[in-house]
């Protein structure tokens, strides 16, 4: 305190002002960061999604037929409805191929033609039973050929 004093006696508050300058942003405290004001209730991330204009038509005439929804909505209860049948539609494992197949072969037996050679009902087994050429490209179930 002493010090104190003595100093402040020997030097004026306007000398030590220009001896000792203090930047006016040093005296204030700082501020604490500002929330932004957000939803009060926690809500689900935005998934924005890009669809020609021909497929938002539709889209909004679904969601007239469904009760009127919102778009975001309908596109929200279309993407459920999808995903709920495509759990249905999974691959089958190699046995039940070969099990369904087996089973296809024996209706086919069953109904062939018995006018027919062994030969043109092997044939039109054979056919039934890997389907049309058309989709065989098509099918996901089957590695496509090298050629």
């Known amino acids: 305190m002493f010090l104190i004093r003595y100093f402040s006696s020997l030097v004026s508050a306007a000398s030590y002002r220009r001896a000792f300058p ?3 942003n040093m005296i204030k ?3 604490a960061p500002s929330k932004s004001p957000g939803p009060a209730t926690p809500r689900d991330p935005v998934s924005a999604v890009r669809l020609p204009e021909a497929l938002t038509a539709q889209v909004d005439a679904w969601s007239v037929e469904a009760g009127g929804l919102s778009r975001a909505d309908a ?3 279309l993407v459920e409805i999808g995903l ?3 759990e249905t539609a999974k691959l089958l494992s190699p046995s039940a ?4 197949s087996e089973l296809a072969g024996v209706q086919i037996d069953r109904l062939a033609d018995p006018t027919a050679t062994d030969e043109e009902r092997a044939s039109r087994k054979r056919r039934l039973l890997k389907g049309p050429e058309e989709f065989r490209e098509l099918r996901t179930d089957h590695p496509t050929r090298k050629r």
């Open 22 to 24: 203090v930047d006016k």
């Open 29 to 31: 405290p700082p501020k």
């Open 75 to 77: 596109i929200r209860r």
């Open 84 to 86: 709920a049948n495509a």
């Open 97 to 100: 191929k070969t099990k369904a």
